[in-house]
């Protein structure tokens, strides 16, 4: 156990190094409130019984202010610095699960269940989340409960250990409920990309066109009550098999409620106890009870936690091409010019799909040879190209470069000797000469030339910024937005 909350503690703070820090103090300071509160009205009233004189009564009052202020100035102080780290951990969680994607096997990025399955941990194990709805209340029920339980303790011993023995009972009940809620979560995953697409149909300008032109609105609209229809079907039927469970935190929590207050009404009764150690048990006793059974429903929860971090660590292994490790001990040569690609005897269909698309393809293309692949749709040419490409491997036989394995070559070095202009091609959010050169260094006289042989010189040169000018106006307004003709140049160009 301690291991696991050892791995969650430590997943955070390989996000941010403080955050956990800042989280405790912060929770400290929560849980000190409520307990300074209690204490303050326990001292008035017993002051009051006493007959005390008002000098005691301000002076009590005064103090407990003072310490209130303070602890409510630093709170204040650190909830900002808190906050900033919470928010950061959630967009770096996210920055890493984009990481793990773009890293990828391209077969795993079309896999529907890999995408499932990347929503529900990024849901699960985002570290701001984990921070804000784990560990943060984690703690501040820790701290409450050593405070009210210290003060319970010292007026009744018994009610304290009945109080624990009500929560303990609850254990087994409270696992089944947070099982069930990661259940419901993991299928908010599914939910949430097919919620997302149809949002993005619906918002995105680049849809716009189609949408008008066809009277799609209504077509939407209808899609999207079908699928919130479909989504509150499946969540009733999940949570109506927890509903027992359900039920049986109801009566604990009425249970633990008759507990703290008949227990302490009869202590009053037999004069067993003060007035003011009857209203210190009433408020502890509650805070003790509530603080225990959310600490013991966010231990759960952690536990849950480390265990999807595990989970985590194979959708990683999964998410890999999967490749054999090249067998040379030099990569391929930079200067390779002269290539020999052959597919001998391939067979390949698409991961969860019965169908081949190639069957037993044996060809060779010569250093230097021009060849042109033609077929009618969905003979296979584009999948052909995601072989070269190296985002599939052959189902059955094997594709040879110089004579070798092309998946012992390193894939890197592959793939940088290729020049790759795809249908389906995407413009970025950048620079024109960004989106043209990439990763590759910038030569002015190089993206010169490739713009002269797709034809698009012309058009940027007329443009303010020219080659800097900002492809799209998602990121800044003072982007420029190219037709569908103008795109494929730019994309040709980078080819080129």
Same mark, same amino acid.
């Given at each position: 156990m301690i291991r696991k909350i050892r791995r969650v503690i430590n997943y955070c703070r390989e996000i941010d190094k403080t955050i956990v820090i800042l989280c405790g103090i912060h929770s400290l300071l929560t849980a000190m409130a409520p307990y300074l509160v209690t204490l303050m009205i326990s001292e008035i009233i017993n002051l009051l019984q006493e007959g005390s004189g008002t000098t005691a009564f301000y002076a009590s009052l005064i103090r407990y202010f003072v310490?209130?202020?303070?602890?409510?100035?630093?709170?204040?102080?650190?909830?900002?610095?808190?906050?900033?780290?919470?928010?950061?951990a959630g967009?770096?969680?996210?920055?890493?699960?984009?990481?793990?994607l773009l890293h990828a096997g391209f077969s795993k990025l079309e896999d529907s269940e890999v995408r499932d399955e990347q929503a529900r941990l990024r849901a699960q194990i985002g570290a701001g989340n984990i921070v804000a709805e784990v560990l943060s209340p984690l703690f501040t029920s820790l701290f409450a409960v050593t405070m009210f339980g210290y003060s319970l303790s010292k007026i009744s011993p018994l009610l304290v250990l009945l109080l624990v023995g009500i929560v303990v009972l609850r254990k087994d009940n409270l696992h089944k409920l947070e099982r069930n809620k990661q259940k419901i979560k993991a299928y908010n995953?599914?939910?949430?990309?097919?919620?997302?697409?149809?949002?993005?149909v619906a918002t995105d300008y680049k849809w716009a066109k189609e949408i008008k032109v066809n009277h799609l609105t209504e077509?939407?609209?209808?899609?999207?009550?079908?699928?919130?229809?479909?989504?509150?079907?499946?969540?009733?039927? #999940?949570? &109506?098999?927890?509903?027992?469970?359900?039920? /049986?935190?109801?009566? !604990?929590?009425?249970g633990t409620l008759v507990l703290n207050f008949v227990y302490p009404i009869f202590l009053f009764s037999q004069k067993a106890i003060s007035l003011s150690q009857f209203s210190l048990i009433i408020t502890s006793g509650s805070q003790f009870s509530n603080a225990f059974g959310l600490l013991l429903e966010k231990y759960t929860e952690l536990l849950v936690i480390a265990d999807a971090l595990e989970d985590m660590v194979r959708f990683e292994e999964k998410l890999s091409d999967g490749q054999a490790p090249?067998?040379? #001990?030099? &990569?391929?040569?930079?200067?390779?010019?002269? /290539?020999?690609?052959? !597919?001998?005897n391939v067979y390949f269909k698409y991961p969860h799909s019965e169908q081949s698309v190639l069957e037993n393809i044996s060809f060779v293309i010569e250093p230097n040879e021009k060849v042109a692949l033609v077929g009618l749709n969905g003979a296979g040419k584009s999948t052909i190209i995601k072989l070269l490409c190296g985002f599939y491997q052959p189902t059955f036989g094997e594709i040879l470069v110089n004579g070798v394995s092309l998946k012992q070559w390193n894939q890197s070095d592959w793939r940088q000797k290729m020049s790759v202009l795809l249908q389906d091609f995407q413009l970025f959010a950048l620079p024109v000469r960004e989106n043209i050169c990439l990763t590759r260094p910038f030569d002015k006289n190089e993206v010169e030339?490739?713009?002269?042989?797709?034809?698009?010189?012309?058009k940027i040169s007329h443009l303010p910024q020219g080659i800097d000018s900002q492809v799209t106006r998602i990121l800044t307004d003072e982007g420029f937005e190219f037709s569908g003709g103008e795109s494929q140049k730019i994309a040709a160009a980078r080819a080129f």
């Open positions: 310490i209130l202020t303070i602890v409510k100035l630093l709170q204040i102080l650190i909830t900002y610095r808190y906050n900033l780290s919470v928010n950061q967009m770096l969680t996210g920055i890493q699960f984009g990481k793990q995953g599914y939910a949430m990309r097919r919620q997302d697409y149809l949002f993005k077509l939407l609209q209808s899609k999207y009550k079908a699928f919130i229809t479909e989504t509150k079907t499946d969540l009733k039927k #999940t949570n &109506r098999k927890n509903s027992g469970n359900r039920l /049986v935190e109801c009566l !604990f929590e009425g090249a067998v040379f #001990t030099e &990569r391929m040569p930079a200067d390779w010019e002269n /290539v020999r690609i052959e !597919f001998k030339r490739a713009m002269a042989l797709s034809g698009i010189s012309q």
